[in-house]
């Protein structure tokens, strides 16, 4: 029987419940449209064209923040929460839509106009490469800038190029001479009314690195030959297969010791931190045939490294592989030194004549 009485009292304070609901129902179309709709709006003054807003008013569940420039979706805010973003130089008109819970909306404009102070205090610093004598590196710093324009002085009609401070900007000249850098720091449609300026004379590179492809026609391939061994830099005699190029090295090995060879110094040392592979193109006269290739410290010989590859091929071309994982990098290591069948003493004939080319150091 309590049973009965209660499941009774549940519904009976399901049904008063109910009714007291369906009498204070609220009516969504008597909510009025929002009212008093502004904002905050703050311009950063660095020169970012950062602005920020927080739309206000009454009556609002959301709003819609038009920012009046390119961007076409806006932003949906809640009260008092900020939006930032990002304008150029100009003037512009935000759009504020403050919209209640039954969707009626209110909208408001507010026009703002952004203009950036002009860039002061610019300084450049233009470097010769001392790897690629025909190549500068320019940086650039500036207060109130957006970025940098600069002109490399080579072509009368050049369009300058753009980069941003920290960015390092290089540029390789065709031409050996003289030239004008200038570079302007810009601020939205302002520049510096005083350039920074600077003559630069670059020239042909006589340095060797790697890749090392006797294609040059200013480099010193300069070869110290010793106990019978003779190399040169000739036209390429086979160009086909993989290698088209048009100038290698030919080695001669003739009487002599049988270690007998010939090195290249480098310009600088090699640097083995991250590639330890080396890779040479090679034409030899026979299969079987060995190419040793050693690396030297540049003023002891008794630092070294060194590793033996086989031709596999006569009469054509084809890429031994020298795998230097185990060399030390503790060490410096300038000269490449080259000695076909170590071990045999050389007769100057044909059968120990050899070609060389496309030297480079990969992974």
């Not at 703050?42 to 009556?59: F, H, K, L, M």
């Not at 300026?197 to 070869?223: A, E």
């Not at 086989?310 to 795998?323: I, P, R, Y």
Request: aromatic share 12%; glycine share 8%.
């Amino acid at each position: 029987m309590k049973n009965i009485k209660f499941l009774i009292s549940i519904f009976v304070l399901t049904i008063l419940f109910g009714c007291s609901k369906d009498s204070n129902d609220v009516d969504l179309e008597a909510i009025a449209a929002p009212i008093n709709i502004s904002a905050k709006i703050s311009i950063a003054p660095d020169n970012t064209g950062n602005v920020t807003i927080i739309p206000i008013g009454e009556g609002v569940s959301q709003f819609e923040v038009y920012y009046g420039d390119a961007t076409v979706e806006p932003a949906l805010l809640g009260a008092g929460v900020a939006t930032t973003h990002k304008y150029n130089e100009g003037p512009f008109t935000i759009q504020i839509v403050g919209i209640t819970v039954n969707g009626k909306r209110t909208v408001k404009t507010f026009p703002i106009t952004i203009s950036f102070f002009p860039p002061t205090n610019l300084n450049a610093n233009v470097v010769v490469s001392s790897l690629n004598t025909m190549e500068i590196s320019v940086t650039a710093t500036a207060d109130f800038e957006t970025n940098f324009k600069i002109y490399y002085g080579e072509n009368p009609n050049e369009i300058p190029e753009t980069f941003l401070q920290g960015e390092t900007k290089t540029h390789t000249y065709t031409n050996p001479g003289t030239y004008q850098v200038t570079v302007y720091a810009v601020s939205g449609s302002a520049q510096s009314a005083v350039p920074f300026t600077k003559m630069v004379t670059v020239s042909r590179s006589v340095l060797i690195l790697l890749p090392v492809d006797f294609d040059s026609t200013t480099l010193p391939y300069t070869f110290v030959n010793f106990d019978g061994g003779t190399a040169t830099r000739v036209a390429n005699p086979f160009p086909g297969g993989i290698n088209t190029t048009p100038f290698v090295a030919k080695m001669v090995k003739g009487p002599g010791q049988v270690w007998g060879g010939s090195l290249l110094a480098l310009s600088s040392p090699i640097n083995f931190s991250v590639y330890k592979k080396f890779k040479v193109k090679v034409y030899s006269p026979r299969v079987g045939a060995k190419l040793l290739l050693k690396v030297e410290n540049l003023s002891s010989g008794a630092i070294y490294f060194e590793k033996e590859a086989t031709c596999t091929v006569a009469n054509a071309w084809q890429e031994l592989t020298f795998d230097y994982t185990a060399i030390s990098t503790t060490n410096q290591y300038q000269k490449l030194v080259f000695i076909f069948d170590n071990g045999t003493t050389g007769d100057a004939s044909p059968n120990y004549t050899f070609y060389f080319d496309s030297i480079i150091l990969t992974n």
